[in-house]
């Protein structure tokens, strides 16, 4: 804040609180030449009468009282302008104790959970309420509060993993963040190859598709598109290339979607946790994220295939 603002608010603030005093006072003293206990000659509903009586005096006090408090709180806390108060105290500072007090609370209880290998802290019922509560703190505002994710945000329950669904893959998703880079095919591919394309990966996840369309659509897919998502079109966890014959797709299924995802390319971002959350919170939200997933048998290498 200027110097200019700061004095101004002080200034305003100020003298606002002199001239309620003032008013006040005014409004406590009787008009010169009325006497109390008269009438004002004002009648309302036929027989209510108004009298000429000073204002309480409690009420008066209560209100001088009022600003007095206002004065001496302005003196100890920051308000007038970027006066910071005779306590120093300040939110940023406030904040940082309790995120002090709370570290030092629950940080041994997070250093304990933090040194049980993931599958088996998945499974402790305790420990996952706290997992819950992390993911919904720091999650939640993308994969969604029951994990399932949305377009653009990948499904973290569905056992399809873009880069691995492995405890140490998904714990270097959280920490580390992920960037994935799917370019943009239009300008190589022209309309009538983004349509060729479209149909053959619409087909692979076990949709019919017409046959003079995917027949073209698989040699390019060969051509540019296996690099990455394999031949078979089963993606690449080290690139985090999705499988396209699951049936999942993170930016829709629909004909459509995929003709924009190929046209336009798409490029999704898991920010790093490293920073927010410390390699043990990381690692029991991890647990968490695992346990969503992980049913007996279930191949947390691949996944299910679950049709959206
Ligand atoms: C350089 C590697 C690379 C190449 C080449 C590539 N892709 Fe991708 N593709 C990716 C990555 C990585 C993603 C995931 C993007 C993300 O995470 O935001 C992706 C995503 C997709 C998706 C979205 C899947 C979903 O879950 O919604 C489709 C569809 C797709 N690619 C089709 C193709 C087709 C068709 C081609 C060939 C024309 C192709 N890709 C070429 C890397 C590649
Ligand atoms: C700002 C949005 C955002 C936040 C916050 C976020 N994520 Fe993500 N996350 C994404 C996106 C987008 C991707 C997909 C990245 C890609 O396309 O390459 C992703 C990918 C992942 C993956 C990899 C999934 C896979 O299929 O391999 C995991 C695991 C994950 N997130 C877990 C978490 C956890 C746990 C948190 C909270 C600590 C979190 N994410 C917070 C946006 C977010």
Redo the contacts with the bound molecule.
């Keep these: 804040m200027s110097t200019f603002w700061s004095v101004f608010i002080t200034v305003l603030v100020i003298a606002h609180l002199i001239g309620y005093a003032l008013l006040l006072h005014g409004t406590s003293k009787m008009p010169a030449g009325s006497k109390i206990g008269e009438t004002t000659g004002h009648v309302y509903d036929g027989d209510l009468e108004e009298y000429n009586n000073p204002l309480p005096r409690w009420w008066l006090w209560k209100f001088y009282l009022l600003i007095i408090f206002g004065f001496i709180y302005l003196a100890l806390y920051p308000g007038l302008g970027s006066f910071k108060g005779l306590l120093g105290w300040s939110q940023y500072d406030q904040y940082a104790q309790d995120v002090a007090a709370a570290e030092e609370r629950y940080g041994p209880l997070y250093e304990k959970l933090a040194s049980i290998p993931i599958p088996e802290l998945a499974k402790d019922p305790e420990a996952m309420q706290t997992g819950r509560r992390l993911f919904a703190n720091n999650c939640a505002v993308c994969h969604g509060a029951d994990a399932r994710g949305a377009v653009g945000f990948p499904d973290l329950t569905d056992g399809v993993w873009?880069y691995g669904g492995t405890p140490e893959a998904i714990k270097t998703s959280i920490l580390n963040g992920r960037h994935?880079?799917?370019?943009a095919?239009g300008a190589t591919?022209g309309e009538e190859g983004v349509e060729q394309?479209?149909a053959y990966?619409y087909s692979l996840s076990g949709r019919s598709a017409p046959e003079h369309l995917t027949r073209p659509g698989a040699q390019?897919?060969a051509t540019?598109?296996a690099?990455?998502?394999g031949i078979d079109g089963k993606g690449n966890q080290a690139?985090?290339?999705?499988d396209?014959t699951a049936g999942?797709?993170?930016?829709?299924?629909s004909l459509e979607a995929?003709k924009t995802?190929?046209r336009d390319g798409?490029?999704?971002i898991m920010p790093a946790h490293r920073d927010i959350l410390g390699e043990a919170r990381a690692h029991i939200v991890a647990a968490y994220v695992y346990s969503l997933s992980a049913k007996e048998g279930d191949n947390h290498e691949t996944g299910g295939g679950i049709v959206q």
């Design positions: 873009l994935g880079v799917m370019p095919w591919l394309v479209a990966v390019k897919f540019i598109c690099a990455c998502h690139l985090g290339a999705p396209l999942v797709f993170m930016y829709g299924g995929i995802t190929i798409r490029q999704g």
